[in-house]
């Protein structure tokens, strides 16, 4: 056999070999921003990646809020992290909030790639955007189900929300515009975590919540469906570097297994896990996989 040739075979074998081994593969870096919702989403991604491709991934979890997060990812210090349609649409690419979730997603698809050189993956399931909720005692007297049921009532709601909620254009405003509810006074402005203790304690009627929040899940309460589409959508996808993908066999297609694995529902009780259980995220997040997958996951 030729000298050369058996040289570049055992070269070849070696480097496929090397390969197989994780030798000389860069870690996987996954980041997230400073909540919990994040940061949970951010170690079910980190452990399925481990998990299917057998490669270490480095966590780098709590960054800060969205900018912070982004700037990591176009700076390189991160590969992917979680990020929501409609923030990506109004905080980063600055354009008009839409309500329309297909051309959101569309939108924000295209720039980022074009912009930013970042895929923006299928979502995953969960739409976090703003939610109008009131006692489920209050839903099934008045036989409320979406926010047009509780515009049609004449009597005033009491409603109770977060200084964002209030100040936001696609908070309070669009509220408003689109569904002209009966108010009795102003909105009571609170941290996020009083609202639903008014709720309980009859301060309000009526709150502006998120819809992945824990203690919806939790307590008798009722989620009023935005029927008119007052709020722009919240997906969750995760925003990866096309660099990344493109180097990395078969990380896309790993990505892709968990769109669709979510609902706000799934999302609520592993908020509610970490949050009101106080459960390990690594722990939770583990479960969750299990559960989808079958497969032992986690250390």
Request: include cysteine; charged fraction near 20%.
């Given at each position: 056999?030729?000298?050369?040739?058996?040289?570049?075979?055992?070269?070849?074998?070696?480097?496929?070999?090397?390969?197989?081994?994780?030798?000389?593969?860069?870690?996987?870096?996954?980041?997230?921003?400073?909540?919990?919702?994040?940061?949970?989403?951010?170690?079910?991604?980190?452990?399925?990646?481990?998990?299917?491709?057998?490669?270490?991934v480095?966590?780098?979890?709590?960054?800060?809020?969205?900018?912070?997060?982004?700037?990591?990812?176009?700076?390189?210090?991160?590969?992917?992290?979680?990020?929501?349609?409609?923030?990506?649409?109004?905080?980063?690419?600055?354009?008009?909030?839409?309500?329309?979730?297909?051309?959101?997603?569309?939108?924000?698809?295209?720039?980022?790639?074009?912009?930013?050189?970042?895929?923006?993956?299928?979502?995953?399931?969960?739409?976090n955007s703003?939610?109008m909720?009131?006692?489920?005692?209050?839903?099934?007297?008045?036989?409320?189900?979406?926010?047009?049921?509780?515009?049609?009532?004449?009597?005033?709601?009491?409603?109770?929300?977060?200084?964002?909620?209030?100040?936001?254009?696609d908070?309070?405003?669009a509220?408003?515009?689109?569904?002209?509810?009966?108010?009795?006074?102003?909105?009571?402005?609170?941290?996020?975590g009083?609202?639903?203790?008014?709720?309980?304690?009859?301060?309000?009627?009526?709150?502006?919540?998120?819809?992945?929040?824990?203690?919806?899940?939790?307590?008798?309460?009722?989620?009023?469906?935005?029927?008119?589409?007052?709020?722009?959508?919240?997906q969750?996808?995760i925003?990866?570097?096309?660099?990344?993908?493109r180097?990395?066999?078969?990380?896309?297609?790993?990505?892709?297994?968990?769109?669709?694995?979510?609902?706000?529902?799934?999302?609520?009780?592993l908020?509610?896990?970490?949050?009101?259980?106080?459960?390990?995220?690594?722990?939770?997040?583990?479960?969750?996989?299990?559960?989808?997958?079958?497969?032992?996951?986690?250390?």
């Open positions: 056999m030729d000298r050369t040739k058996t040289i570049a075979g055992l070269t070849l074998l070696l480097a496929v070999a090397a390969g197989s081994c994780g030798i000389n593969k860069p870690n996987i870096r996954v980041g997230s921003k400073n909540f919990t919702e994040q940061v949970v989403l951010g170690e079910i991604i980190a452990q399925h990646l481990e998990n299917r491709l057998q490669q270490k480095e966590r780098r979890l709590n960054l800060g809020g969205t900018l912070l997060a982004h700037g990591a990812l176009l700076n390189h210090e991160i590969d992917l992290y979680p990020e929501y349609t409609g923030t990506a649409l109004t905080a980063i690419l600055k354009d008009a909030p839409d309500n329309d979730s297909n051309r959101v997603l569309m939108q924000v698809r295209s720039e980022y790639a074009n912009r930013f050189h970042v895929a923006w993956l299928d979502p995953l399931g969960i739409d703003f939610a909720v009131v006692s489920g005692a209050d839903a099934r007297a008045k036989h409320l189900n979406n926010l047009t049921d509780a515009a049609i009532i004449g009597s005033g709601w009491v409603l109770g929300v977060g200084y964002e909620f209030q100040q936001r254009p908070g309070l405003a509220l408003d515009r689109v569904y002209h509810l009966h108010w009795t006074g102003s909105p009571q402005t609170m941290d996020l009083l609202l639903y203790k008014a709720l309980e304690g009859n301060q309000v009627t009526m709150i502006a919540a998120n819809a992945t929040d824990g203690l919806l899940s939790k307590l008798d309460l009722k989620v009023l469906t935005d029927d008119k589409h007052a709020f722009p959508p919240y969750v996808s925003a990866a570097s096309q660099d990344r993908l180097d990395t066999p078969g990380m896309r297609e790993a990505l892709q297994e968990l769109s669709g694995k979510f609902t706000n529902q799934t999302m609520q009780q908020n509610y896990q970490v949050d009101g259980e106080h459960r390990p995220v690594s722990q939770v997040a583990a479960e969750f996989l299990k559960e989808i997958y079958g497969t032992p996951y986690g250390k």
